[in-house]
């Protein structure tokens, strides 16, 4: 069956950092979405990418979908604590969704 | 315009007895997805429904576990002979009716503790 991994599975980093999550597919993808999803509570989608070599930005962060579309990436620019979270990456495999086991992201002030 | 919404948003149930977890999809989406998540780890896909319909239940244990998204009224996922292996957080999200691959709008989650 379709398998997505992501790595890291932690990151640490000090506050005005940078951090990126990269995403792996064992197969090709219809299309991405990225969610965010804090302690203690639920996912929040932030981005769904679909063409090949698709980039994407939102303020700090920037979101990258690879040209054989089995990768992407999540890049955030100077950390917030506001930032602090688990990054999940969620691949459409044409029914449904497989999310990856994300990437807690921790943020030291 | 209300999120999606999932009652109730913690439950206790003892070993054998049932589960029962609501989710009432955002206005206007058809489509409802329910996941399971245990602590520290990512969202396992269970079952995908609209309106009457199973879509895709290929995450969904073979035993025990039932869903179902009547006509009216919530989407109903029901756990009979609780183990305490199903502790758990339990999310349903729902999409609007062109979905498939829209972004998914994530309910609050039910977490439920089998003692």
């Known amino acids: 069956g379709q398998q997505v991994m992501q790595i890291p599975q932690y990151q640490h980093v000090q506050e005005g950092e940078d951090f990126t999550t990269y995403c792996n597919s064992s197969?090709?993808?219809?299309?991405i979405q990225w969610y965010k999803q804090r302690p203690g509570g639920h996912p929040v989608f932030l981005i769904q990418?679909?063409?090949?070599?698709e980039v994407k930005k939102q303020k700090r962060l920037t979101f990258q979908f690879g040209e054989a579309k089995k990768n992407s990436s999540l890049h955030i620019t100077a950390t917030q604590t506001t930032d602090v979270g688990t990054y999940f990456c969620a691949g459409f495999y044409g029914q449904n969704f497989v999310f990856g086991p994300g990437t807690r992201l921790s943020v030291l002030p | 315009n209300a999120g999606v919404m999932q009652n109730p948003r913690h439950l206790v149930r003892r070993r054998g007895q049932e589960a029962r977890l609501r989710c009432s999809p955002m206005k206007g989406h058809s489509h409802v997805y329910w996941y399971r998540q245990l602590p520290e780890e990512g969202l396992k896909f269970m079952v995908y429904l609209q309106k009457e319909n199973i879509i895709d239940e290929s995450g969904m244990p073979k035993e025990r576990f039932s869903a179902e998204f009547p006509k009216e009224g919530p989407s109903i996922l029901r756990i009979q002979q609780v183990v305490r292996g199903d502790s758990a957080a339990y999310f349903c999200a729902s999409s609007p009716p062109l979905a498939g691959d829209h972004e998914q709008y994530f309910g609050p989650g039910t977490r439920l503790t089998v003692t």
């Open positions: 990418l679909v063409k090949s070599g």
């Open positions: 197969t090709t993808l219809s299309n």
